[in-house]
């Protein structure tokens, strides 16, 4: 940990090749200030990104990385973090990428409650594959591959992880900036899963769920009376389909993280000299 990294020291020498507008450009900075705000530093920071436009992140940032494979960064993250619970260990991906193939993933890991942070970039469409409808596309979205729209209500992933035990549910909007590495931060320094889905345009592909559009529908908690203690508030705010609500929706403030309740302590690449005792028999088993 340190006080003197600044966020900046998080980028890496690699230009992002997402288009210009994309929300991920405000969403990969207000990762990497509230990193830095923490204490945190490129040394001590893992980044798992899952598959598709949100999956480039791991490049963009300096940091230790890994490009995981579609839906299955969470349980990449939550390996490092067992491996190592020293290391601050942020997973990021997309809507597709977390809420449909690795929807499974995520409901386990918001029940587990490791002492991690899942950063969701919600596009509400498929970006890198040209176009199609998502898990959190509207049930009318048009595309090319559902000219009459998907003809299913989207899913609502705070009300998913609400239901599966989340300890914290945030919502933000990649242009606020302030706010998005504001909220990052709560997440990061959560005892246990932070769990925050970042509006994050897609200029290229969907152009309902505009920049403009959330300007005017969003409602920043922290101007009302919500209170995110409040496990039945927060499920009023998030089944509420009418208002697109920014700010920590729900936090169990004594919440325990996984790795404190199993007594998971010490990095596991610390290990003696030699191997253990019947290691090589069982390798020669198999080779």
């Known amino acids: 940990m340190s006080s ?40 001590n920071t893992f980044i798992v990104a899952g598959i598709g436009c949100s999956g480039k992140i791991g490049t963009y ?17 939550i390996g490092v973090k067992m491996a190592n619970p020293d290391l601050e260990v942020m997973v990021s991906g997309g809507d597709g990428d977390g809420y449909s193939i ?27 594959t040209k176009g199609q409808a998502s898990p959190t596309s509207r049930e009318d979205f048009e595309t090319s591959t559902s ?4 003809n299913q209500p ?20 990649s242009s606020n900036a302030q706010r998005h590495a504001e909220i990052v931060k709560q997440a990061v ?23 403009d559009y959330f300007r005017d529908a969003i409602v920043d908690l922290d101007e009302t009376d919500h209170d995110p203690s409040d496990r039945d508030q927060a499920k009023d705010k998030i089944l509420e389909s009418e208002k697109e609500y920014m700010g920590v929706l729900y936090q169990d403030e004594d919440s325990v993280p996984f790795e404190e309740r199993e007594g998971v302590e010490g ?15 069982l390798v020669r088993e198999f080779y």
């Open 61 to 77: 940032m300096h940091s230790y990385a890994l490009h995981g494979v579609h839906g299955r960064a969470l349980p990449v993250g």
């Open 267 to 281: 990095s596991m690449a610390e290990i003696p000299d030699g191997a253990p005792e019947g290691a090589m028999d």
């Open 102 to 128: 690795g929807a499974g993933h995520f409901i386990h890991a918001v029940r587990r409650n490791v002492d991690m942070s899942y950063v969701v970039m919600d596009n509400r469409i498929y970006g890198l």
């Open 147 to 150: 000219p009459d729209g998907p």
């Open 4 to 43: 003197d990294v600044r966020f900046t020291d998080f980028k890496s020498d690699k230009q992002p090749t997402w288009c210009p507008g994309c929300g991920d450009f405000g969403t990969m900075n207000g990762m990497m200030k509230a990193l830095a705000e923490t204490g945190n530093d490129p040394d």
């Open 154 to 173: 989207p899913v609502n992933p705070k009300a998913l992880a609400l239901a599966s035990g989340a300890t914290f549910i945030a919502q933000s909007f």
């Open 189 to 211: 320094e959560h005892d246990g899963f932070g769990f925050v889905n970042v509006y994050s345009p897609c200029v290229t592909f969907n152009d309902v769920d505009t920049y």
